[in-house]
């Protein structure tokens, strides 16, 4: 697909494997811990077609695959049914920045909705109050960057103490300006996290990629 990192599924032997069964025992909804230090974030994924709900389904209706390497987590997650995301617990200790490979994703974070496809991402930080709506056949590209390096990484670069908190506008248009380079940025370190020699296996290139 075009402007989507290539996903080899033999790479995701690397990865934390997450499968959630829905057996029609309950509402449609999987709970998902965030795998950080420190972080109460939980997901939830409910399905949303409620005549789903009491049917036991022979074949995962969601994958969760994720990869920590020093202080970035990588996950990629699959959902064969439209489905909804809720966040509950504390707010992340990391922003995500989200790349949708197929289907469509919208966030709706403070009432207002920002839509996901292949051509358009987000950027978010998860916390409680903010929900994903995704479509049937969906599937997206999740990299976690830890919130206090990167006010550090910008204070370093601006040579000043940030005023006031950090905060991203949701929506990035892949095709633009330097959403564009930073597309090419999160593609590398996509790649990179499937592979068992990469800059995963260095902490000093790792170190070098994270800055």
Known sequence: MPHSPPINPAAL????????RYDGRSNGTSRVLERSDGSSTVYNYQLLDRALWRAKLTTPALTVATRRAGSIIASIVENQFATGVSMEGGESPYWCFLTQLRGRAALISRGEETLATEH??????PAPGTRLRV???A?????????AELVRALEHALDRSLSAPLQFRPDLEWNNGLASSLK?????????????????SSPVALASATD
Do not use: K, Y
């Open 120 to 125: 358009r991402g987000l950027v978010l930080r």
């Open 184 to 200: 090419g940025q999160l593609e590398f370190v996509g790649r990179e996290f499937q592979r068992a020699d990469g800059i995963t």
């Open 13 to 20: 032997t690397m990865f934390e494997l997450n499968e959630p």
């Open 139 to 147: 599937a997206r590209w999740n990299l976690f960057l830890d919130a």
């Open 135 to 137: 479509s049937d056949d």
